[in-house]
């Protein structure tokens, strides 16, 4: 799966996760990302349907809609 070196170990934590998978998925070509916002979708759709069946399941209190605007950086 890693394109880097299996003995190196992994970073602990999440600083610089965001920005890592950004240029991960930058380099993806297009037909690639397509397929990864796919499944991703489908996965949700997924999610969402298991939690709408069970009972008593409260409806998300949340905005789920996606971000329209560029990403955001953190400092």
Known sequence: MSKGDPDKPLP??????????LRRLATLPLAEKL???EEADELVRHLRRGHASRPGAAKP??????PTGPAREQA
């Open 12 to 21: 602990a934590g999440w600083d610089g996760h965001e920005r890592a998978q």
């Open 35 to 37: 397929q990864w916002l």
């Open 61 to 66: 209190t949340r905005d789920t809609t996606p």
